[in-house]
Antibody
């Protein structure tokens, strides 16, 4: 069974940093691209960042480019999101999602999310 | 303002057929596959339709997808109370080099 478990969320002041983690199990992690997708409270879905299976291809939404860094450790079956210079508008539930084989920019399985609240 | 446009709400009675639209442009829906996700209250999104009209295993055939030009639609037939959820369309956008979502449609089963 595919499982994605996010952690690392919490309350943080504007301008500070936070690092999210996603622990994957139930599939061969290094066969898949991985993504972060967020959802602000009461709002829709927004793709944040994605990384290919071997970290050779990485992309970011314009809203986070230059502030967020995605990475993965295939030996640990883990995905990460380093978030710097956080803003109030980054407040959201952050989902880890698995890319689809043959369509790596899309997602099939999602974790339950970790909540990030940026507030003073 | 979402790149893909969906109606904010839709409704139907049990047994009815409901359609949810998703409108985009030549850089997204017009040239790439459309995916649909279902988000039940308080849960993570679930893949409902991939490659415009394909259903993952386990998704009932009451759900169907279609695409024409720069628009797509999701149809739900034989509406059931458990279909009450938010539905999102998604597509790769060649100009933005990112996946874009619709704003979501909240489906209410009356």
């Amino acid at each position: 069974e595919v499982q994605l478990v996010e952690s690392g969320g919490g309350l943080v002041q504007p301008g500070r940093s936070l690092r999210l983690s996603c622990a994957a199990s139930g599939f061969t992690f290094d066969d898949y691209a991985m993504h972060w997708v967020r959802q602000a409270p009461g709002k829709g879905l927004e793709w944040v960042s994605g990384i290919s299976w071997n970290s050779g291809s990485i992309g970011y939404a314009d809203s986070v480019k230059g502030r967020f860094t995605i990475s993965r450790d295939n030996a640990k079956n883990s995905l990460y999101l380093q978030m710097n210079s956080l803003r109030a508008e980054d407040t959201a539930l952050y989902y880890c999602a698995r890319g689809i084989v043959g369509a790596p920019h899309y997602f099939d399985y999602w974790g339950q999310g970790t909540l990030v609240t940026v507030s003073s | 303002q979402s790149v893909l446009t969906q109606p904010p709400s839709a409704s139907g009675t049990p047994g009815q057929r409901v359609t949810i639209s998703c409108s985009g442009s030549s850089s997204n829906i017009g040239s790439n596959y459309v995916y649909w996700y279902q988000q039940l209250p308080g849960t993570a999104p679930k893949l409902l339709i991939y490659r415009n009209n394909q259903r993952p295993s386990g998704v009932p055939d009451r759900f169907s997808g279609s695409k024409s030009g720069t628009s797509a639609s999701l149809a739900i037939s034989g509406l059931r109370s458990e279909d009450e959820a938010d539905y999102y369309c998604a597509a790769w956008d060649d100009s933005l080099s990112s996946v874009v979502f619709g704003g979501g449609t909240k489906l209410t089963v009356l």
